[in-house]
C-alpha cells in the first residue's frame, strides 16, 4: 500500500460508520461492541509480537550490537514510561480532552452537531495508535495500526451517529489534517533515521501496541498514553549505543 493508505482508510470507515449509525446505530448491541473490541485487542496484541520480531533485526544488532536491542526497548520504555509518568502524560491528553469536549457541550447548549464533531474527533485523534500508527505508515513500516485504528473508529462512529448525527462526518477533517501530518513527520524522519533506529523504534512500538491490546481486550489497563516518549528514546538510544560500538 502507499503511504498514508492508513489514514485514506480510516476516513472511509468513519464515513461508512457514520452513514450506518445515522440509519440502524441505535440496533447495535453493547455486547456486539464489546466483543469487536475484544476481537481487536486481541489481534493488536498479534501485530504488536509482529512488529516485535521484524524490529530486532540484524540491522538493529548490526549497529549496537548483539546484546544490546533487547536492552534498548526495555531502556526506552522505563526511561520515556518514567517520563510520563511523572508529567501524568496519559491523564494530561485524557483531561484535556474531556475539559474540551465539556465546554463544547456546554456552548452547544441543544445543537448536538458541534458536540458530535468534537467529541468523535477527540476520540479518533488522542490515542496511542493515532499516533504509532502514523508514524510508522510514514516510515514505510506499512499501515497494520492504522487498520486496526480504521476498524475500531468505523463501530465508535456507528455509536456516535447514532447519538450526535451527522456532525460526526465533520470529524474527518481534522483527522486527516492530524494523521497527515505525522505521518509526513515519520516519513521525513525516515530520511535521516538509519535503519537500526528504525527498527528499534518498531520494536518499541511493539511492545506500547502489547499493551494497547491486553487494554481492548479488557485483560489490564494499562496507561499506554505515559510510555510514548518511549518512540523518541529509542532512536535517540539506539544512535547513542551505536556512537561506543
Same mark, same amino acid.
Given at each position: 500500500?502507499?503511504?498514508?493508505?492508513?489514514?485514506?482508510?480510516?476516513?472511509?470507515?468513519?464515513?461508512?460508520?457514520?452513514?450506518?449509525?445515522?440509519?440502524?446505530?441505535?440496533?447495535?448491541?453493547?455486547?456486539?461492541?464489546?466483543?469487536?473490541?475484544?476481537?481487536?485487542?486481541?489481534?493488536?496484541?498479534?501485530?504488536?509480537?509482529?512488529?516485535?520480531?521484524?524490529?530486532?533485526?540484524?540491522?538493529?544488532?548490526?549497529?549496537?550490537?548483539?546484546?544490546?536491542?533487547? *536492552?534498548?526497548? #526495555? !531502556? =526506552? /520504555?522505563?526511561? &520515556?514510561?518514567?517520563? +510520563?509518568?511523572?508529567?501524568? $502524560?496519559?491523564?494530561?491528553?485524557?483531561?484535556?480532552?474531556?475539559?474540551?469536549?465539556?465546554?463544547?457541550?456546554?456552548?452547544?447548549?441543544?445543537?448536538?452537531?458541534?458536540?458530535?464533531?468534537?467529541?468523535?474527533?477527540?476520540?479518533?485523534?488522542?490515542?496511542? *495508535?493515532?499516533? #504509532? !500508527? =502514523? /508514524?510508522?505508515? &510514514?516510515?514505510?513500516? +506499512?499501515?497494520?495500526?492504522? $487498520?486496526?485504528?480504521?476498524?475500531?473508529?468505523?463501530?465508535?462512529?456507528?455509536?456516535?451517529?447514532?447519538?450526535?448525527?451527522?456532525?460526526?462526518?465533520?470529524?474527518?477533517?481534522?483527522?486527516?489534517?492530524?494523521?497527515?501530518?505525522?505521518?509526513?513527520?515519520?516519513?521525513?524522519?525516515?530520511?535521516? /533515521?538509519?535503519? &537500526?533506529?528504525?527498527?528499534?523504534?518498531?520494536?518499541?512500538?511493539?511492545?506500547?501496541?502489547?499493551?494497547?491490546?491486553?487494554?481492548?481486550?479488557?485483560?489490564?489497563?494499562?496507561?499506554?498514553?505515559?510510555?510514548?516518549?518511549?518512540?523518541?528514546?529509542?532512536?535517540?538510544?539506539?544512535?547513542?549505543?551505536?556512537?561506543?560500538?
Amino acid at each position: 500500500m502507499f503511504i498514508g493508505a492508513g489514514t485514506a482508510i480510516n476516513v472511509v470507515t468513519i464515513a461508512v460508520g457514520s452513514g450506518i449509525g445515522l440509519l440502524i446505530g441505535a440496533k447495535f448491541p453493547d455486547r456486539t461492541r464489546e466483543l469487536v473490541t475484544q476481537v481487536l485487542g486481541l489481534f493488536t496484541l498479534v501485530i504488536g509480537g509482529s512488529s516485535i520480531a521484524s524490529g530486532l533485526s540484524a540491522a538493529l544488532s548490526a549497529q549496537v550490537g548483539p546484546n544490546a536491542p533487547m *536492552l534498548i526497548v #526495555l !531502556g =526506552s /520504555l522505563l526511561i &520515556g514510561g518514567i517520563i +510520563g509518568s511523572i508529567v501524568r $502524560l496519559e491523564q494530561r491528553l485524557d483531561g484535556a480532552a474531556e475539559r474540551l469536549r465539556a465546554k463544547v457541550a456546554a456552548r452547544s447548549q441543544a445543537s448536538t452537531f458541534v458536540e458530535g464533531a468534537v467529541t468523535s474527533t477527540l476520540v479518533f485523534c488522542v490515542g496511542p *495508535l493515532a499516533i #504509532l !500508527g =502514523s /508514524l510508522m505508515d &510514514g516510515l514505510g513500516q +506499512g499501515p497494520q495500526q492504522l $487498520l486496526i485504528k480504521a476498524v475500531m473508529d468505523g463501530f465508535a462512529a456507528i455509536a456516535f451517529a447514532s447519538s450526535f448525527g451527522i456532525g460526526v462526518l465533520a470529524s474527518i477533517i481534522p483527522l486527516v489534517v492530524y494523521q497527515g501530518l505525522l505521518t509526513l513527520v515519520g516519513f521525513f524522519a525516515g530520511n535521516f /533515521l538509519s535503519a &537500526g533506529e528504525i527498527d528499534a523504534l518498531t520494536a518499541t512500538g511493539g511492545v506500547i501496541l502489547l499493551g494497547l491490546g491486553l487494554r481492548l481486550a479488557g485483560i489490564k489497563k494499562i496507561p499506554i498514553g505515559d510510555l510514548l516518549p518511549a518512540l523518541v528514546l529509542a532512536p535517540a538510544l539506539t544512535a547513542l549505543v551505536g556512537a561506543f560500538v
